[in-house]
């Protein structure tokens, strides 16, 4: 199996750049998190819908939310290659923290992936 680069690029060698198993899935929850939805043209409702929050007030109920909006995006579009654990987002001043701890379907070892958000 070929785990592609993320993002998409040619390699030194000419071809298209290859990268870890473990690069490979934390490329394949950022694509989730970070694609806009309707930015797909032929997948209009791919992606987490966390853009829609951006100018939301970083509070409790903001990570609330980011936490389920991230999970169910998750499952829905890579229940094939990981399972969820958990995912945990925590808004603190002006930064939001998501944490997703997943198992790559082929592995046994639980991962987490952290990504932050500046207000």
Same mark, same amino acid.
């Given at each position: 199996?070929?785990?592609?680069?993320?993002?998409?690029?040619?390699?030194? =060698?000419?071809?298209?750049?290859?990268?870890? /198993?473990? *690069?490979?899935? +934390?490329?394949?929850?950022? !694509?989730?998190?970070?694609?806009? %939805?309707?930015? /797909? @043209?032929? /997948?209009? =409702?791919?992606?987490?819908?966390?853009?829609?929050?951006?100018? @939301?007030?970083? *509070?409790?109920?903001? &990570? @609330? #939310?980011?936490?389920h909006m991230v999970q169910s995006a998750l499952q829905r579009w890579l229940s094939d290659?990981?399972?969820v654990k958990e995912v945990a987002a925590r808004a603190n001043a002006e930064r939001l923290?998501? &944490?997703? +701890?997943?198992? #790559?379907? =082929?592995? #046994? !070892?639980?991962?987490?992936?952290?990504?932050?958000? %500046? @207000?």
């Amino acid at each position: 199996m070929t785990n592609f680069g993320f993002p998409y690029r040619i390699g030194p =060698d000419g071809r298209t750049a290859s990268a870890t /198993r473990e *690069a490979h899935v +934390r490329g394949l929850i950022e !694509q989730v998190l970070f694609t806009r %939805q309707g930015e /797909r @043209a032929m /997948r209009p =409702d791919f992606g987490a819908g966390v853009h829609e929050l951006v100018f @939301a007030e970083n *509070a409790p109920e903001l &990570a @609330a #939310a980011v936490q389920h909006m991230v999970q169910s995006a998750l499952q829905r579009w890579l229940s094939d290659a990981i399972e969820v654990k958990e995912v945990a987002a925590r808004a603190n001043a002006e930064r939001l923290e998501v &944490a997703v +701890r997943y198992r #790559a379907l =082929d592995e #046994a !070892q639980p991962r987490v992936v952290t990504v932050t958000r %500046q @207000a």
